[in-house]
T-cell receptor
């Protein structure tokens, strides 16, 4: 069964606006970690932000923040003040037991000048 | 040199060839991974090595053979591949479970493989 769901195959945002990329997950394990990655056209996967299941506050890293709603099992990425360089694929991932990371299918973000 | 380095960046091989992909990490991590990324598909985990021991093998065909001689190096040996094996192959490293639950995967730039 798919454990990470990203329902938005493609998103567009105007430069300098904020955008939210959706991610829902499915696990019965109480301890897990949620990660967001950015993949530009060059192919490299770049780690953006982490949220632990026991963290009380939403994670933030510069212009990136994670809207973590544990009861709804969602971990949406919010990018504020979008820049042209933010155009890329974005992947949500989860790690719970062991060394496995599960990835969603990704969302393609295009920033419009 | 820092981070995760993969070579080669691009590889074209025939179905009868034998080639190897190389990955090296300089982050002090103790778990290493091979992922396959095909168009319009989620990343597929192929192999995981933790402390140089293979701990995951997700039903990968035997024409893919991993090797982890130490915690810094990971290889993927390829032989008699099929055209559907054409994809981006990503190497990654992290701290293994139990020593770094918050540790994210750090990826290399990938090898773009084309099988003709």
């Amino acid at each position: 069964a798919q454990k990470i769901t990203q329902t938005q195959p493609g998103m567009f945002v105007q430069e300098k606006e904020a955008v939210t990329l959706d991610c829902t997950y499915d696990t019965s394990d109480p301890s897990y970690g949620l990660f967001w990655y950015k993949q530009p056209s060059s192919g490299e996967m770049i780690f953006l932000i982490y949220q632990g299941s026991y963290d009380q506050q939403n994670a933030t890293e510069g212009r990136y923040s994670l809207n973590f709603q544990k009861a709804r099992k969602s971990a949406n990425l919010v990018i504020s003040a979008s820049q042209l360089g933010d155009s890329a694929m974005y992947f949500c991932a989860m790690r719970y037991t062991g060394n496995q990371f599960y990835f969603g299918t990704g969302t393609s973000l295009t920033v419009i000048p | 040199e820092t981070g995760v380095t993969q070579t080669p960046r691009h590889l074209v091989m025939g179905m009868t060839n034998k080639k190897s992909l190389k990955c090296e990490q300089h982050l002090g991590h103790n778990a290493m991974y091979w992922y396959k990324q095909s168009a319009k598909k989620p990343l597929e985990l192929m192999f995981v090595y933790s402390l140089e021991e293979r701990v995951e093998n997700n039903s990968v065909p035997s024409r893919f053979s991993p090797e982890c001689p130490n915690s810094s190096h990971l290889f993927l040996h390829l032989h008699t591949l099929q055209p559907e094996d054409s994809a981006l192959y990503l190497c990654a490293s992290s701290l293994r479970a139990g020593t770094g639950a918050k540790s994210p995967l750090h990826f290399g730039n990938g090898t773009r493989l084309t099988v003709t």
